[in-house]
């Protein structure tokens, strides 16, 4: 990738310095998930285009914002799910120019020009995606709060093009807690959707 | 309750359907409370918490919090002129701290501000001056200084000491079983929305509707009939939303009373963790006699648990771990001292087997144990010790086993498994390896089902049956993942003889069926599917006797079925009947009610019969473990599983691997820490280790027992939420078969983390 990939990550821990000195009562737990005590000065609202499922969308926004944040909370796609909000269960992927990233340690300020696609933008109106057929034919869920990031993280590992057996597909799905623990479906419906897709 | 013939070959029930949701779930449609379209003027809630495991309160200084941007509304114990106790079953839960806070976490004061960020940066500001007060941190420390949140209560049958003096062999010991952090991937969230005279409507992503209702009208002063709460799903629950929703809901009530706004609460991942009761970690001594043949003679448990700073639903989880301490092995002569100790940490809750699973490990830790001494296998010892048929059936508090069928489902997985070729495999590899072993166990369950508070074991339905011939089924059970609502849809869809797809699920309200116990103990589908079937039985009934009518037949010649409603050779499609029976001014709309039959408990002296049935499973779990690293893998596990006559397959296969996936995983890698000062630092997915993909065995084979639930439960299915979670143990006794093969007999304590297998083994070096 020759654009630099600044994540939110890195984004907290350069600003953490400048604040939250003085929490006495909390309301969080790691400096670097947490804003700033001290309030820091209203930032410049950015514009960025993204391209969002294949139409390009235009978009204000502070500049400390997560792609999640963005989706969810500016352009309303909820189909894509803050999970931990610090890059650790994986039910936020997304695809990143065909890549899959968590989309809460991603800055939507530096997405200007970028492909997104969301759960919302995977199945092609009716008919849907082969991996949410598998998913569906497998019963790859059971509360569903993780299937939108099990189904992107798999269409990405697709993309990825490696050869997938059920060793690899388990490996390579590890970013993705399924707390329900429906594994064997889901690892069985990405199994069929790779031989088909 | 009804004449009608249940049909001969079910249509809808017994099939493995897809749940309710699938096609939303995979198009990310499905809506959870965090999803729902935001009120125009919502306000966003930060909760501010104590980081202190215990100490005084000598001053609160929220002028900062209130001044910061964005905030419109701060609120703290002295704000609230109701009430601010929240405790479910006993006082001991403020919504916040006064005065006095009793872990690190608690709530001491809220914020309301308009966005999320705002909220959570001013939270920070408070200046809080702490007396700091002894705590007590450990389950070791609270039994030396006796700090108990309920007084301890003892389970005795026959005289086990004398059992134990008469002994040939006796053996003691001592373990501990850790806690577990829920994790829904959903966390807690709530909004409240203030509408007309003061009511509040509530969405929470709880398993107990009626308690949010039942708190948020208490806090806020309101008669219960002027709150709302709503839950069409929950993004997983595992009991942890069975009481420690309330906080949460009633946080955003009393902001949204204050300002006048609809207000979200939506707790951060690490507040969660860190605001939120788990499951309760024992510390378990066992003192057991027993002959050659490894069958007890007598056995005392002290069966110790962390209920944390408040009473919570420790009384009914621990009750439930001393009945849970026999399993599936009959015990003549026992004693079971169970202590509730307090401590300075978050108060622990309900969690898929509610103490069940610890006191499970109690008595297949013991088997273990009696096994090494003898040299026996374990499962020649735990099969010595099975509870009979017509004798040797009743349980340490009086039951009759009835349905006991362990021997038969072991003796079937034994085969299946090829345990006894795997075994001396496993003995004959471990002979010849030095620095890898192997380890293999078979372990059983027998779960009991039904609340042990009896009161509880009632549901309602509401069924409506609209002039098109489409139907909409509400009932007070919630669903979070587990299938409830396609499960009651099937049963309506059989009851009225009508496609699966007619029968539409509704989100469940306390303002549609009231009064309702939480969606717990395993109880979602026997409850709610009664009710359910007792209200499409009214209307089917009704419906019937006008066919009959028309079709010059009895009643109870009218059959239901394809949509259509036949009898004496004639047939109506099931909308017009409908539409007839509309003109006929015929109601076609009725409730349920069920009350689970055959209890009869004494909660004071134990004895009788808390459960309606028992539902069985057994494991096989076969195991590696590196001698000079501690690391573990493991190989193959075969499960056999009784779901009774399954009432959606698909449905169930799913429970049983996922609930074995979460009980090997509180076993195995999730290890909750404690630092010296009370504070949990294992409260992220980062430090808390929950099994992904890639730790499911890769040898993985899973089968539904056949077998009809000999009770009648709702189509002789039996309840699946729970009891596949103690599955999990053999995974357990299968590394402490792998380090007792290198190490000898040592105490080893869940989880079993590669950490503790290396110290188990080096222990004995």
């Known amino acids: ?197 | 309750m009804n004449a009608l013939p249940e049909p001969a070959i079910p249509e809808t029930v017994h099939r493995a359907i897809a749940h309710d949701s699938a096609d939303k779930h995979v198009r990310g449609a499905a809506l959870y409370v965090d999803d729902i379209p935001e009120p125009r003027d919502l306000l966003h809630a930060a909760i501010g918490w104590s980081s202190r495991a215990h100490a005084r309160i000598l001053s609160l200084d929220l002028a900062a919090v209130a001044a910061a941007p964005g905030v419109v509304a701060v609120l703290a114990a002295r704000d609230l002129t109701a009430s601010n106790d929240i405790g479910p079953v006993l006082p001991g839960d403020p919504v916040f701290a006064d005065g006095l806070v009793e872990y690190h976490g608690q709530s001491i004061f809220a914020v309301a501000a308009d966005c999320v960020g705002a909220a959570r940066r001013a939270a920070r500001l408070a200046r809080v001056e702490y007396q700091d007060l002894p705590a007590v941190l450990t389950i070791e420390q609270a039994l030396a200084d006796e700090s108990y949140i309920l007084p301890t209560r003892i389970l005795r049958r026959g005289d086990a000491a004398a059992a134990l003096a008469g002994a040939s062999r006796r053996l003691k010991g001592r373990f501990g079983v850790g806690g577990q952090d829920h994790f829904y991937l959903e966390g807690q969230v709530a909004m409240a929305v203030p509408g007309e005279d003061g009511d509040m409507l509530i969405h929470s992503s709880t398993q107990h509707p009626t308690e949010v209702q039942h708190l948020v009208a208490k806090v806020l002063g309101l008669p219960d009939h002027a709150v709302v709460t709503e839950v069409r799903r929950m993004g997983g629950g595992f009991g942890g939303k069975e009481t420690q929703a309330a906080i949460v809901a009633c946080v955003a009530a009393l902001l949204a009373r204050r300002t006048g706004r609809p207000v979200k609460l939506r707790l951060d991942r690490d507040d969660d963790m860190i605001l939120t009761g788990k499951r309760h970690d024992f510390l378990i001594d066992y003192d057991v006699g027993f002959g050659a043949d490894g069958r007890i003679a007598g056995v005392e448990f002290m069966l110790a648990s962390r209920c944390g700073m408040s009473p919570d639903l420790s009384a009914s989880i621990n009750d439930r771990a001393m009945f849970h301490a026999d399993n599936c092995y009959f015990l003549q002569n026992v004693t079971i001292v169970s202590h509730r100790c307090k401590t300075h940490t978050v108060s622990n809750t309900a969690f898929r087997g509610f103490g069940g699973p610890q006191g499970m490990m109690a008595i297949e830790y013991v088997m273990d144990e009696i096994a090494r001494d003898l040299g026996l296998d374990p499962l020649e010892v735990r099969k010595a010790n099975f509870y009979g048929t017509t004798e040797r059936n009743v349980t340490p508090y009086g039951m009759t086993v009835e349905d006991n069928i362990i021997p038969a489902l072991v003796a079937e997985l034994e085969a299946s498994s090829d345990y006894a070729a795997r075994r001396a495999a496993v003995d004959e590899f471990n002979r010849t390896s030095p620095w890898l072993k192997k380890g293999l166990a078979l372990t059983p369950v027998k779960f009991g089902i039904s609340f042990t508070a009896k009161h509880l074991n009632q549901a309602g339905a509401l069924v409506h049956v609209y002039t098109d011939g489409s139907i909409q089924l509400n009932h007070g059970g919630t669903e979070m993942g587990q299938g409830l609502f396609v499960k009651v849809a099937q049963v309506v869809a059989e009851e009225l003889g009508v496609a699966l797809d007619r029968v539409k699920l509704t989100a469940t309200s306390t303002a549609k069926v009231p009064n309702t116990s939480p969606t717990a103990a395993s109880s979602g589908a026997d409850l709610n599917g009664k009710a359910a079937q007792a209200a499409a039985r009214t209307i089917r009934e009704r419906l019937a006797d006008l066919a009959a009518a028309r079709f010059g037949v009895p009643a109870d010649a009218i059959t239901f079925r394809d949509g259509q409603v036949s009898g004496g050779g004639q047939v109506i499609a099931f909308p017009d009947l409908v539409k007839a029976a509309y003109f006929a001014r015929i109601q076609l709309s009725a409730t349920g009610f069920y009350t689970t039959p055959r209890l009869d408990w004494n909660e004071a002296t134990h004895q009788g019969r808390p459960f309606f049935y028992f539902a069985y499973g057994a494991s096989v779990s076969e195991v590696a473990i590196d001698v000079l690293t501690g690391e573990t893998k493991i190989l193959r596990v075969d499960i056999l599983h009784d779901c009774g006559r399954s009432l959606n397959p698909a449905i169930d296969l799913g429970q049983v691997e996922g609930g074995f996936v979460q009980g090997m995983g509180w076993l195995t890698t999730e290890e909750l820490a404690w630092d010296a000062a009370g504070r949990l630092t294992t409260h992220a997915p980062s430090t808390y280790k929950i099994p992904t993909a890639s730790d499911v065995p890769r040898d993985f084979r899973v089968a539904l027992y056949r077998g009809d639930n000999r009770e009648d439960a709702i189509y002789r299915s039996k309840a699946v939420g729970e009891p596949p979670l103690m599955l999990g143990i053999s995974v357990f006794h299968a590394l402490k078969d792998a380090v007792a093969a290198a190490a000898g007999p040592v105490r080893f304590d869940a989880p079993a983390t590669p950490e503790r297998v290396l110290l188990a083994i080096e222990a004995n070096r």
Not at chain 1, 108 to 124: F, H, P, Q, Y
Request: charged share 20%; glycine share 12%.
């Open chain 1, 1 to 197: 990738m020759t654009i630099r990939n600044f994540t939110r990550r890195e984004f907290l821990r350069d600003t953490a310095a400048t604040g939250g000195a003085a929490a006495i009562a909390g309301s969080g737990g790691k400096a670097w998930a947490v804003p700033a005590a001290a309030d820091p000065p209203v930032p410049t609202q950015h514009r960025v285009t993204i391209r969002l499922n294949g139409t390009e969308r235009a978009l204000q926004l502070d500049p400390r914002t997560s792609l999640l944040d963005a989706l969810r909370e500016q352009l309303y796609l909820t189909g894509t799910k803050k999970g931990c909000d610090m890059g650790a269960c994986g039910a936020c992927t997304v695809l990143l120019d065909g890549k899959r990233v968590n989309a809460c340690l991603v800055l939507a300020a530096r997405l200007d020009g970028r492909e997104v696609k969301t759960i919302e933008g995977l199945a092609d109106g009716d008919q849907l995606h082969p991996l949410q057929a598998a998913f569906i034919e497998h019963d790859g869920f059971q509360c569903g709060y993780c299937t939108p990031g099990q189904i992107m993280s798999a269409a990405g590992l697709l993309n990825e093009g490696r050869p997938l057996d059920e060793h690899s597909i388990r490996e390579w799905m590890s970013g993705n807690i399924c707390r329900c623990g429906a594994y064997p479906n889901i690892v069985s419906a990405i199994r069929q959707a790779s031989g088909r897709a």
